[in-house]
């Protein structure tokens, strides 16, 4: 992935993340239905404590998040590393590339010198 040191408001991306993981608030509505159908047996109330856990559990989950990058955006680089393996091609056993002998492959409008001057 992308490294990048752009960050949201707080509020703003927990908003985002509320919005994301609204399927997470279904058994509220269905609380809250349930209330309208049979209210002696479901109070109004238990969406409400069911929509504050839910908000609960998103605002600890923001913190979490938002700790764990603030610590790792505060860990140094890494420092390099000798290679230690012996079938890797090392910097200094790179070949050089092979310079072109060939006439024919030279780029020019001249005509390459012929050795049979006998004619």
């Not at 960050?7 to 399927?23: D, K, Q, S």
């Amino acid at each position: 992935m992308r490294k990048t040191s752009r960050t949201g408001p707080f509020l703003a991306v927990l908003g985002f993340n509320i919005l994301l993981n609204f399927r997470l608030t279904i058994p509220g509505w269905i609380l809250l239905i349930l209330h309208f159908i049979i209210p002696q047996y479901i109070k109004w109330w238990y969406c409400l404590v069911y929509f504050g856990v839910f908000l609960l559990f998103m605002l600890v989950w923001m913190l979490i998040l938002w700790g764990i990058g603030r610590w790792a955006r505060s860990a140094g680089p890494t420092p390099p590393v000798k290679n230690k393996n012996p079938y890797s091609v090392q910097s200094n056993e790179i070949p050089q590339p092979i310079e072109n002998k060939n006439p024919y492959s030279v780029k020019t409008n001249e005509l390459p010198a012929s050795s049979d001057k006998g004619e």
